[in-house]
């Protein structure tokens, strides 16, 4: 009995450190999987597309006549989206994005997960004011801090010239032994 306590506390706790980060990657790598196969197969509402444009400054741009299919993603203020077609005309790349709600959600939630695991104060305001409370009670914080405006540069630019060496060379004595072969 004591064995199996000791294994599923164990697995309990592996899978607490680097467990729950494994299952969320599979989890993403498997929406991603389904979702390009979606976009791939052209079952996405095109009035759901978000065009992004792009500068460009290449010296030798081949100029691409429509679109082309393309894959890629990104990070967008929490939102992921996700690289469907991109055209190239002259100097400007026009990205046509889809948003990934999916893969946005298990993000959240994954690092909600790890919040949770680890500990880490949530998002609200009693929890905060709390903290503070303890924070403010418990410990007395002098402000001892050391200001950079008080350093004076001039004396700081002449240690650094009086340590730089007068000469580029040193002077040698004699000279190099000589190599025998």
Known sequence: MKKLAAILLLTLFVFNTVGYRFLFDMLESSTDAAFTAK?????????D?????????????????????????????????RYVMREVQSDTMTLLCIPHYEKTALQNKASE?????????SNDNNKKAEVFKQLTVDFDINENAASLSSINVQAVTNLYRNTILSQQFLPVNGQPPEVMA
């Not at 976009?39 to 009035?47: A, C, F, Q, T």
């Not at 978000?50 to 939102?79: C, H, L, S, W």
């Open 39 to 47: 976009l791939d197969n052209g079952r996405y509402n095109k009035e």
């Open 49 to 81: 597309l978000i065009t992004i444009k792009v500068p460009i400054n290449m010296p030798y741009q081949v100029n691409r006549a429509g679109f082309e299919r393309v894959d890629g993603e990104i990070n967008v203020n929490g939102q992921v989206y």
């Open 113 to 121: 997960f790890a919040g949770k695991v680890n500990d880490l104060p």
